[in-house]
């Protein structure tokens, strides 16, 4: 059943190019520079550039990052005949809303952004009782081509850049500090990369993108490191490289299946690299952090929901520092595939109890918005449902 996609990765990722795959070669049209491109340092000498006084890039920061603020009108403190020229050059639109919807009484919300190229990605705010989450989109669609995911099959248009990941994160952390997701904290406390696209097939804006998340307001949003976990298929190079960066953020695995076989067709890379090498990294992340890993498993029926499979995956993660995170597959359109009968995903969180693993089983927020796991078909505008990052990216507690 082994098949062979075409996976694009990204220009600025060649070590992660699995042999026998074809790379793009179209020009990605990036979008103009932003503020949040840019390190505090940088922001001053692009105001003095402009013949500002450099503390204009810290009052300008302050109104992005601390009060979440983008308008010129807004930002009194600036004398009027700077705030337009300073706005039109450190704070262009990046990213224009086509469409907002919601569900869960307004607690869970997904918005479909259109980018200067238009190229469209989504992102999706999660409310609960005790805290917000954004998850957001680190690619214009996807190279990784799993078959059960939306996105997947339609193919990389771009890496985002920094500040189109930071800038979704801000707009929803407006969202948020409006009241508008009510039953919910006002502040946006944590971020998952599990939108759209690869985040570590776009790895150095990613990891600048957490750098600009993390940093104290003005120079970022002051989002604690612990609170932001980036999603991987396993790109095992782009792993190692994340160990060596001494972050605390959380990672997730998405492995799908414990056996190669099965993988090789449920996430094409592990062509690649393969369930024993992907663990491997992903106990050495968790080792070098202190912090539980992920395993993200979508449960498909008869697929990979058997017994034997749940507890050689029980084997594998046994006295590990790994958590399993249980998805029951969302719908995508044209999938041959569904989620497991409930007794069937019962019998499998038993087993991996028993052997000793931590699981739960996600919620499924934002299905009916399309805005669940692996949903997300921003490319099809055709039809009203068009869309849906994952916003059941967190365990139902
Ligand atoms: N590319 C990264 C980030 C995306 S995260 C990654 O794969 O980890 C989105 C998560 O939802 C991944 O675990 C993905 O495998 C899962 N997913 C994709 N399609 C799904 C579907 N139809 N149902 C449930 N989960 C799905």
Same mark, same amino acid.
């Given at each position: 059943m082994t098949i062979l996609p075409v996976i694009p990765i990204s220009p600025d990722q060649p070590d992660i190019l699995p042999s026998g795959l074809t790379k793009t070669r179209r020009r990605p049209s990036m979008p103009p520079r932003h503020l949040a491109d840019m390190d505090l340092a940088a922001r001053k000498s692009a105001v003095t550039s402009l013949g500002e006084p450099a503390f204009r890039a810290k009052q300008l920061s302050t109104h992005y990052f601390g009060r979440l603020v983008r308008d010129a009108a807004e930002m009194t403190d600036l004398p009027a005949g700077s705030r337009d020229r300073l706005t039109a050059d450190l704070l262009p639109t990046l990213l224009t809303p086509v469409r907002e919807q919601a569900c869960d009484d307004g607690a869970t919300r997904k918005t479909l952004w259109r980018l200067h190229d238009g190229a469209l990605v989504e992102s999706v705010l999660m409310g609960y009782p005790d805290r917000v989450t954004a998850c957001v989109s680190s690619q214009a669609g996807c190279g990784m081509a799993c078959p059960f995911c939306a996105t997947g099959q339609q193919g990389l248009t771009r890496n985002l850049s920094v500040a189109e990941i930071v800038d979704q994160v801000v707009y929803l952390a407006g969202v948020a500090a409006s009241g508008a997701v009510? !039953?919910?904290? &006002?502040?946006?406390? *944590?971020?998952?990369?599990?939108?759209?696209?690869?985040? %570590? @097939?776009?790895?150095?804006?990613?990891?600048?993108?957490?750098?600009?998340?993390?940093?104290?307001?003005?120079?970022?949003?002051?989002?604690?490191?612990?609170?932001?976990?980036?999603?991987?298929? !396993?790109?095992? &190079?782009?792993?190692? *490289?994340?160990?060596?960066?001494?972050?605390?953020?959380? %990672? @997730?695995?998405?492995?799908?299946?414990?056996?190669?076989?099965?993988?090789?067709e449920l996430v094409p890379v592990n062509q690649r690299w393969k369930v024993a090498e992907v663990l491997d990294a992903a106990f050495d992340y968790a080792a070098q952090t202190g912090r539980r890993v992920s395993i993200e498993y979508a449960l498909i029926r008869d697929v990979n929901d058997q017994p034997w499979r749940a507890d050689l995956l029980g084997r594998l993660l046994r006295g590990k520092l790994a958590h399993v995170n249980l998805i029951p597959l969302n719908p995508?359109?044209?999938?041959?595939?569904?989620?497991?009968?409930?007794?069937?995903?019962?019998?499998?969180?038993?087993?991996?109890?028993?052997?000793?693993?931590?699981?739960?089983?996600?919620?499924?927020?934002?299905?009916?918005?399309?805005?669940?796991?692996?949903?997300?078909?921003?490319?099809?505008?055709?039809?009203?449902?068009?869309?849906?990052?994952?916003?059941?990216?967190?365990?139902?507690?």
């Amino acid at each position: 059943m082994t098949i062979l996609p075409v996976i694009p990765i990204s220009p600025d990722q060649p070590d992660i190019l699995p042999s026998g795959l074809t790379k793009t070669r179209r020009r990605p049209s990036m979008p103009p520079r932003h503020l949040a491109d840019m390190d505090l340092a940088a922001r001053k000498s692009a105001v003095t550039s402009l013949g500002e006084p450099a503390f204009r890039a810290k009052q300008l920061s302050t109104h992005y990052f601390g009060r979440l603020v983008r308008d010129a009108a807004e930002m009194t403190d600036l004398p009027a005949g700077s705030r337009d020229r300073l706005t039109a050059d450190l704070l262009p639109t990046l990213l224009t809303p086509v469409r907002e919807q919601a569900c869960d009484d307004g607690a869970t919300r997904k918005t479909l952004w259109r980018l200067h190229d238009g190229a469209l990605v989504e992102s999706v705010l999660m409310g609960y009782p005790d805290r917000v989450t954004a998850c957001v989109s680190s690619q214009a669609g996807c190279g990784m081509a799993c078959p059960f995911c939306a996105t997947g099959q339609q193919g990389l248009t771009r890496n985002l850049s920094v500040a189109e990941i930071v800038d979704q994160v801000v707009y929803l952390a407006g969202v948020a500090a409006s009241g508008a997701v009510t !039953g919910s904290p &006002p502040r946006l406390s *944590r971020v998952v990369f599990m939108g759209m696209g690869e985040p %570590l @097939a776009n790895y150095p804006r990613v990891i600048e993108t957490v750098r600009r998340l993390t940093a104290p307001a003005p120079e970022g949003l002051g989002l604690s490191q612990r609170h932001i976990t980036v999603s991987t298929v !396993g790109l095992v &190079p782009a792993m190692r *490289r994340l160990i060596a960066e001494q972050l605390s953020v959380t %990672l @997730a695995l998405s492995l799908h299946a414990p056996d190669d076989d099965l993988r090789d067709e449920l996430v094409p890379v592990n062509q690649r690299w393969k369930v024993a090498e992907v663990l491997d990294a992903a106990f050495d992340y968790a080792a070098q952090t202190g912090r539980r890993v992920s395993i993200e498993y979508a449960l498909i029926r008869d697929v990979n929901d058997q017994p034997w499979r749940a507890d050689l995956l029980g084997r594998l993660l046994r006295g590990k520092l790994a958590h399993v995170n249980l998805i029951p597959l969302n719908p995508t359109p044209g999938s041959k595939w569904d989620a497991s009968p409930k007794p069937v995903e019962r019998e499998f969180v038993r087993r991996l109890q028993e052997a000793g693993v931590s699981t739960t089983v996600r919620d499924t927020r934002g299905r009916e918005i399309d805005g669940a796991c692996g949903q997300l078909a921003a490319g099809e505008l055709t039809d009203a449902s068009a869309g849906g990052a994952a916003a059941d990216a967190e365990v139902a507690q």
